[in-house]
């Protein structure tokens, strides 16, 4: 009797050890590389520079620089997540993102979603992991929602892990997060430390982040769950086929005039133009590219208006200007900044950057145009006044298919399907050079302007 149950003892043991084994087996089988170890197939720059983001000996290497993000080429909703990090400097600074939207949110070089922090030691022995942020802690950004669980923040908003398990660099150090129906769940070297629940959205790209000092990452791979069937407003925003045209560390892709002597130039991680170009000719900075169909999203901001315009005219909804009654122009003095975005090389087709009471976004060069139908001088005049004030910034997304035109300024149409007959096939895009200097004083509206997340799709 006694070997009878041994027996079965035996018997049971090894159908749970071949039980076991089959999940383990069938669990494998469900996991898949994101990363080759060869190259970055399967990841797009969002806001990066080319060399930002690099594979080198089976590793992808971040430079840190600029601050920004590389992203998977395809959503993800339900998933395990797990890789490996290691920082190369003290202090180091990167991330995880889960479920983000493809494209930055405005002026900033970060996107909607979910961040996993990635912070070394050093970071944390600053104190100020418990006032701020720390390894592993789990926080929606800009515009995304969390509820924290477990620890939580004193702001309340991130969850903060219940054990300090990260290694100090340049040790290697383990990331497992399950994301599944709005939840959040991250492991730190093999034990869970940090939740959160009621995420929005849930279901987005998963991105790597660059911010400020080299780190590692290797054995980056995704088990996907089935779906819980997110809403479309559950959904991230979609980035697919946009590429950037500005890296945020230089001007590579773009022609600087030739004499310019560095007034176009990168500050911060911005595109930054002072309006003093001493090039004898064009002063505008002209992409290396030209296109033909596209949609461009390019973030802007006007730095301070030092110019008072006094030749604004009062623009109608038709596009015509107002007068009074003896006919003369109804004019306003009013401190400007001037600049603007070319489509397709053409000075005349410029959708305006500027301080006008009828709001940026409107084609100045067409409007003005007596040649023009009325029905078209009409629709490149801005539907209304969409830009947020003086030295904050404004979004534009400007769509040109054929000859038709459509500009979304922060998130309004101010002009909707424009078709304008001379405007040309192909060219270039320009950011315009506008404004000059007399006795050291403006004689018009200078181009006193920054931009930053300016991509592009061909469409």
Sequence with gaps: MIMNQIFRSIAMSLAIACSVQAQSSDDSTQWKPLFNGKDLSGWEAVNVAPDTFTVRDGLIISTGNPTGVLRTDRMFENCIVELEWRHMKAGGNAGLFLWGDGIPSVGIPFTRGIEVQILDNAYNASGKNERFTTHGDIFPIHGAKMTPLGKIAKNGVRSFPTQELSKSSPEWNHYRVVAKDGEIRLSVNGQEVTSGKDCWPRKGYIFLESEGSECHFKNIRIRELPTSGPRADETAVSGEGYVPLFTGINLDGWKIPEGDNGHWKVLGEVLDYDAMSEAPGEKSLVSQREFTDFSLIADWRIKETPYI??????????????????????????????????????????????????GS????????????????????????????????????????????????????????????PDLPPKGPIVLQHHGSKKDGQWKSPPSLVQFRNVMIKEL
């Design 309 to 358: 315009n006094p030749r604004v005219a009062k623009i109608l909804p038709d596009g015509s200007e107002a007068v009074d009654a003896d006919g003369k122009p109804i004019t306003l003095s009013v401190p400007d900044s001037d600049s603007g975005i070319y489509l397709r090389g053409s000075g005349k087709h410029q959708v305006n950057i500027w301080c006008w009471p009828i």
């Design 361 to 420: 976004g409107e084609m100045y060069g067409v409007r003005r145009d007596p040649n023009m139908p009325e029905k078209v001088r009409a629709a490149v005049t801005p539907r209304l006044k969409a830009d947020k004030e003086v030295g904050k910034w404004n979004r534009f997304e400007i769509t040109v298919r054929g000859n038709v035109v459509t500009v979304v300024l922060n998130g309004e149409t101010v002009i909707q399907e424009a078709s304008i």
